[in-house]
C-alpha cells in the first residue's frame, strides 16, 4: 500500500469556530475512503481542505500539512488550478454547465489549453466512457445536458472530473440527490474508477460506506470543535467490530 | 438519550428467545436421560415429539434475526450478537437432535433388562447441561472469560466418555452377549459428549461476541 495523501496534525478554522483538529491520516492510493460521521463533524471541510476548496471561503485559518504525493499542497510554490487538475471534486447536487454534454466533458481539457478536435473527441469520449455514462448518451452529445436525468447528470459531472486526467477524486456525498438506482450505477462506477484513481468519499450514509470503501474514518465533533478524528481503519473493521466506543455508537445507530 | 427503541427491543428480544430455546433443549437432554433411567417409554415419545417445537423455535429465531437484518442493519456489535445467535440456534437444534436420539434409544432397548445401573452417563448429562447453561449465560452477560473457562470443561466430559466406553467394551469382552445392549449405552455416551462438545462451539461464537476474534479454543479431543 502506498500514500497517496497524507495529513499530518490539520487543523482548520472559521473564523473562531475549530472545524478540523489536528487531523493526522494516510489516505491509500487505489482505495476507496469513507469518511462518516454526524452532522457538522467536519467530514466537508477536510474533504474540501484536500484540494484547497476552503480557501474560497473568507476567514478561514489552516494549520498542519496536507501532503499529496508527499508535496505539501498549501506550499506557496503550489499551482492551485494545477492541483484542482490533479485532485477532482464531484458535488452532491448535480451540477452540470448549461451547455451541451460533449461541451461538458470537453470543459476542462480546454482550459487546459487542448483545442483539437480529433484529440477532444478522444477525451471527451474516453472519460464519458469510465463514467459508466456512454452507451446512454453517445447519440446525443450534442444534447443540453441538464436534459439528463439525475442520475445522467452525476455521471456527466464526474466523466468532467475525470477528463482533465487527474489522480484523486474527491465525492462530496454524491449520491445523496439521487434514486436508488442511480446510486447503485454510481457506486458500481466508484468500483471500477478505484483501479485508476484514488476515491475519498464523503457519505452520510453508512450502508454506502460499508459497501464502496476499503477504509472508513469516522469524524466527530466535540463541545467546542469540530472534525476530530477518532477512528481510522479498514471498512470491514469501523463496520464488524470497531476499537472506539464512539465509532461502535454510531455505527450501530445509537448516536449521531 | 433512547434511541432505536424499537431496534434495541427486538434484539433484546430475540437472546431472550435464544434463552428459551436452550432451556426447551436442556430439558430435553435431561429428560432423554431421565427416561432412559427409569425406562419410561412415554417420556422417550415425548422427547421426541418435543423435538419439532425446537425445531420450530430455531426457525422463528432464524427469521427474526433475517428481518431484523433486512429491516434495521445491525452493525459491529449489534451485528456480532445477530450472527452469533445464528450460530448459536444451530448449535441447539442439534443438541436437541441428540437428545431425541437418547430417546430414540432409549425406545429401541424398549424392556430389555438392564445391563449395569447407569452411573457416569448420568454424570455426563450433568455437567453437558450445566456447561449448556453457564454458556448461554456468558452469551447473555458478554463474559467471555467464563466462556473459555467452559471450553477448558469439556475435559471431564471426554474422560467419562472414555471411562463409559471402557467399562462396555470389558462387558462386550466377557459376554457378547451384551454387545447390542453395551452399543446403544455408548451411542448414548457418545451423544453427550458431542453436545458437551457444541457448547464448546457456543463459547467460541460467545468469544467472537465479546472480542470480534474467531478462534477455536481447546480442540476436543473426539
Not at chain 1, 466523466?159 to 465525492?171: D, K, N, Q, S
Request: glycine letters at 6%.
Amino acid at each position: 500500500m502506498t500514500n497517496k495523501i497524507e495529513t499530518i496534525n490539520l487543523s482548520l478554522w472559521y473564523g473562531e469556530h475549530q472545524a478540523l483538529t489536528e487531523v493526522s491520516i494516510e489516505i491509500q492510493k487505489n482505495m476507496v475512503t469513507a469518511l462518516i460521521g454526524p452532522s457538522g463533524c467536519g467530514k466537508t471541510t477536510f474533504i474540501r481542505a484536500l484540494n484547497r476548496m476552503n480557501d474560497l471561503i473568507e476567514g478561514v485559518r489552516i494549520s498542519g500539512e496536507v501532503l499529496l504525493d508527499n508535496e505539501d499542497i498549501y506550499a506557496d510554490s503550489i499551482d492551485v488550478v494545477h492541483l484542482r487538475k490533479r485532485v477532482g471534486m464531484v458535488f452532491q447536487q448535480p451540477n452540470p454547465f448549461p451547455m451541451s454534454i460533449y461541451d461538458n466533458a470537453a470543459y476542462g481539457p480546454r482550459i487546459h489549453g487542448i483545442k483539437n478536435r480529433g484529440k477532444l473527441d478522444e477525451i471527451v469520449e474516453r472519460s464519458i466512457r469510465a463514467a459508466a455514462l456512454w452507451g446512454e448518451v453517445k447519440d446525443r452529445l450534442n444534447k443540453p445536458a441538464l436534459a439528463l436525468s439525475g442520475g445522467q447528470q452525476q455521471r456527466l459531472c464526474i466523466a468532467r472530473a475525470l477528463a482533465v486526467e487527474p489522480e484523486v477524486i474527491l465525492m462530496d456525498e454524491p449520491c445523496s440527490a439521487l434514486d436508488p438506482i442511480a446510486t447503485t450505477k454510481i457506486e458500481d462506477l466508484i468500483q471500477d474508477l478505484k483501479k485508476e484513481y484514488t476515491i475519498v468519499i464523503v457519505t452520510h450514509n453508512m450502508q454506502q460506506a460499508a459497501r464502496v470503501s476499503d477504509m472508513a474514518a469516522f469524524f466527530m465533533m466535540e463541545e467546542d470543535r469540530a472534525g476530530v478524528l477518532v477512528e481510522y481503519g479498514p471498512t470491514s473493521q469501523i463496520f464488524t467490530n470497531p476499537e472506539d466506543k464512539r465509532t461502535e455508537d454510531y455505527v450501530t445507530g445509537r448516536f449521531g | 438519550m433512547a434511541i432505536r427503541i424499537t431496534y434495541n427491543k427486538r434484539l433484546r428480544e430475540i437472546q431472550d428467545e435464544v434463552l428459551l430455546m436452550g432451556s426447551m433443549v436442556e430439558k430435553a437432554i435431561a429428560r432423554s436421560i431421565d427416561a432412559l433411567k427409569r425406562r419410561d417409554l412415554k417420556l422417550a415419545e415425548q422427547v421426541v415429539e418435543d423435538d419439532q417445537k425446537i425445531n420450530q423455535k430455531r426457525f422463528a429465531i432464524e427469521e427474526s434475526c433475517i428481518t431484523l437484518i433486512a429491516t434495521q442493519q445491525p452493525m459491529a456489535g449489534d451485528l456480532r450478537i445477530i450472527i452469533t445467535v445464528l450460530n448459536l440456534i444451530t448449535e441447539l437444534e442439534r443438541m436437541g437432535d441428540y437428545a431425541e436420539g437418547i430417546a430414540r434409544i432409549t425406545l429401541m432397548i424398549g424392556d430389555e433388562p438392564p445391563l449395569k445401573p447407569l452411573i457416569d452417563i448420568p454424570r455426563m448429562d450433568e455437567k453437558a447441561r450445566d456447561m449448556l447453561r453457564r454458556s448461554l449465560e456468558a452469551f447473555i452477560n458478554r463474559d467471555s472469560d467464563e466462556a473459555i473457562r467452559i471450553t477448558a470443561e469439556d475435559d471431564e466430559v471426554d474422560n467419562l466418555y472414555d471411562q463409559v466406553f471402557r467399562e462396555l467394551l470389558i462387558f462386550m469382552m466377557e459376554d457378547p452377549r451384551t454387545i447390542t445392549r453395551a452399543t446403544r449405552l455408548i451411542w448414548v455416551a457418545h451423544n453427550l459428549e458431542r453436545i458437551a462438545d457444541r457448547v464448546t462451539n457456543i463459547c467460541e461464537r460467545v468469544v467472537f461476541t465479546v472480542t470480534g476474534k474467531m478462534e477455536e479454543i481447546g480442540a476436543s479431543k473426539y
